[in-house]
C-alpha cells in the first residue's frame, strides 16, 4: 500500500478544507518529513505551499499527485509544533492551513519562480544578505592588502561590513573572489533587539513577603498537581522579580522559560530587565517586530539559541525546546485573545504547551479573572496571594469626583479642579503624573443641532471621530477618513462637536500648565516603530512631566516618580453590553490606580465620573479584589455566564441584511439538529445585531451560545459550520465562531 504525505494546503476555503494526499518523489524520500513545508500541485492554480502534517497508508496511488519540492534541512516545525496545529483547529474550528499560518512566523511561504514547476523551490530569503567568506584550502602568496583583507574574514561577513572593518576595495574583494580564495555565500541578517542593556551583576533580593510567595511557588511546582498555580499580587507587590527567579531556578534545571505579557508598552520594560539578568539568551516575539525581525527571532528560538522568550499573545507559538515554566503576565487582560481568524486565547495555549512538556503555567494578576480565581478558590489549581506591597508601601489614596457637579459649576473642560490641583502639586515638587482616556482623537462626537443626527462612516455603523492634528474626521472602525464639515449631510444644519478624546485633553493640559511637558500615548501617537519603547523611555528619564494617554498606559508601567493618578471618562466602560463588563472596569481602575506611589513616595488617584455611588468604582478605589469578587460570582451564576458554563459566538456577516439575518437563522436550527437527543446543554440566543451592526459596508449579526459537554459540542458545532460552508444559498455569507472572547457579546 502506497505511503502518502498528508497535507494542509494554503489558500483552501472552509469547505474545502482538509488533508490532501500527495505521494512522495523518490527524489524527496529523504526530506519530506511530519512538519515539512512543501510545493504542491493544487487544481488548476499555481503550485501553494503546505505543511506535512502526517503520512498515511492509501489503497492505492491512482489519481494522486506528487509534492514537487521540499524545503531543506530539518522540517520547520516539529512534532509538538504539528500537534499544536491538530489543537488549535480542534479548539477555534478554524481550517488546517489558518492554523499552520498561526503557528508559522510571516515570510514563511515557499513560492514558485515564473509559475515554471522546473525551478519551483525557492524559498522566502528576506532574513538572508549575501556575505563573504573563505575559502576552505591552501591559500597562495598574497599581496599585503589582499592578506589584510583575507584576515579579515575570520568569520563570513558583508561587503559593508569587511569595508567597515579594513576600507576593503570592491576590486580587491571581486579578484580573490576570481581566484576562487574567497566566495559569495547566504547568511542570516544579523538583527539587534533591545540591545542597549547592561548585565545586572547584583543576586536577586526579595523581600519577606515575595520569598513567601516564591517558596509557595516552588512547593506548587515541585508537587507537579495541578500543574498551575494563579499568583494573586497586589499592584506593585513584585512580582517580576519573582519571575526572574522562577526564570532562574527554570533555566539552572536545563529546562528553557517563556513570559507573556499583554502589550508591547509592558513588554519593553520586562524585555529590558530579563536582558540585563539573563542577557543573550533572551529572545524577542510581538507585533512590533519587522517580518524579518521575527523570523529571525523565531528561527533562533527553535534551534535553541534562546532558552527565555518573552512576548505577547502569538509568542506562545515560538518553538521554544525543553519548557520548564510558562508565565503568563496580567492573565486577565483580552488582548490575550485574538479577535481574528483563528480567535483563539493564548491562555488555553499556553496550557496546553506546558502539559506537553510536563512545565509549569504560572498566572499572574492584581485583578484575576473571574474564571481563574474561581478555579483556584476551588481548588483546580493553586493559589498565592501577595497581599503586600514591595517594602510595605501604602496604596495609592483615591478621591472619586462628581463630574456633574464640575458641570454645574460651570467646568466643561474635561478635567476637575480637583485634578487640575492635584496635578500642579506634582509639577511643583518635580513629580509626574499619568492621566487614563480610553478614547483617542479630539472630539469624539459630532452632532447635528437640527435634526440630532450623529454623524457616521458612511460604510460603518459609528460615530465619526474629529482629528484635530489632520483636521479630518476618522472612523475608528474600517480607518476610514473624511474631510471636515460644520453642515450636517442631511439637513444642512449646524454641526457640533462634543466628547473628549485624548488629543483634546492634551490641549487642555498645555493650556492649563504652559510650561508642562506633556507626551500623549496612543494608536495615533505610536505608529512608528519601536516608538511606543521611545516614548516611555523617555518618560523614564523624566523627559516629560504628564503622560495622557489610552488603555496601553493602563497596566504594568513601573515609574517610581510617578505620584498621581487621574482616571477621565472611565463610565463609558461599564455601559458595553457585555457579561465581563465589570470585571474589565474593575480591572482598569485597579491596574491604572497601581501606577502612582511605585516609588518611595506615596501615591494619589482621582477617579472622574458621573455615577460617584457606583460599587464598581467605590471597590476598584479600596483595591477591594475579594470583595468584587463576591459580588460578581453571585451575578454570574444567577445569569449563567462562565464559569458555570462556556459563552461562545457565531457571527454572520453580508450585503444585505436580510440574508445575514437569514443565515443567523438557519443555524440556529442545524444547531438543534445537532445536538437533539444528546445529553448537552446548549442555549442559543438570537440572532441579533452585533454590537457595531454595519462595519465595511457589510451587515454583521450574531448567536450568543452558552453550552457545556466541551469537546463533543464543539465538534457538534464544528459539523454546524461545515454544513453551513456546502449550502450553496450562503456562499456569499461570511461566518465566524469566537470560542474564546466576548467582543461581540
Known sequence: ????????????????????????????????????????????????????????????????????????????????????????????????????????????????????????????????????????????????????????????????????????????????????????VEIEKKVELYSSYRIAGNEIELTEPQQSALDEIRQCIKKGSPAATLLHGVTSSGKTVIYEQLCLDTLAEGHSAMVLVPEIAIATQMIYRFKERFGERVGVIHSALSDTERQLQWRKIRDGEYDVVIGTRSAVFAPLLNIGIIIVDEEQEQSYCSDRTPRYSAIPIAAFRASKHSAHLLLASATPSVESYYKAVSGSINLVTLDRRYMDMPLPSVRVVDMRKELFAGNTSGISEHLRREIQMRLDRKEQSILLLNRRGYRTVSICVDCKKILKCKSCDTALVYHKNINRYICHCCGAVYPISDECPDCGGQIRRTGIGTQRVEEELTALFPTARVLRIDLDSTGGKHSIEQLLGAFSRGEYDIIIGTQMIAKGLDFGNVTLVGVLGIDRLMLMPSFRANEHTFSMLTQVIGRAGRGDKEGEAVIQTVDPDNPIIRLAAKQDYNAFYNDEIVSRKVHLYPPYCAVGTVGFVAAKEQDALAAAQQFVELLKSGVEGKKIAVRVLGPVPMRIAFANDMYRYKLTVKYNGGREFKEILSDAVYKFGNDKRFRDITLFVDLVGDSEQ
Open 1 to 184: 500500500m502506497p505511503y502518502c504525505a498528508q497535507v494542509a494546503v494554503d489558500n483552501a476555503a472552509f469547505k474545502f478544507d482538509r488533508l490532501y494526499s500527495y505521494t512522495v518523489p523518490d527524489v524527496l524520500s529523504r526530506t519530506v518529513r511530519v512538519g515539512s513545508r512543501v510545493l504542491v500541485p493544487f487544481g488548476a492554480a499555481a503550485p501553494r505551499m503546505g505543511v506535512v502534517l502526517e503520512f498515511s497508508e492509501q489503497d492505492s496511488a491512482d489519481g494522486l499527485r506528487s509534492i514537487i519540492d521540499c524545503e531543506k534541512g530539518e522540517p520547520s516545525l516539529s512534532p509538538e509544533m504539528v500537534e499544536l496545529i491538530f489543537y488549535l483547529k480542534r479548539q477555534t474550528l478554524c481550517t488546517y492551513y489558518d492554523a499552520v499560518r498561526t503557528v508559522l512566523p510571516k515570510n514563511s511561504r515557499l513560492v514558485a519562480k515564473n509559475g515554471d514547476e522546473s525551478t519551483i523551490g525557492n524559498y522566502s530569503t528576506s532574513h538572508l544578505v549575501t556575505a563573504i567568506r573563505r575559502v576552505d584550502g591552501v591559500v597562495p602568496r598574497l599581496t599585503d592588502r589582499q592578506r589584510e583583507v583575507y584576515d579579515a574574514l575570520n568569520e563570513p561577513m558583508s561587503f559593508s561590513e569587511l569595508n567597515e572593518k579594513i576600507g576593503a576595495s570592491r576590486d580587491i574583494v571581486n579578484r580573490l573572489i576570481g581566484k576562487n580564495i574567497l566566495e559569495k
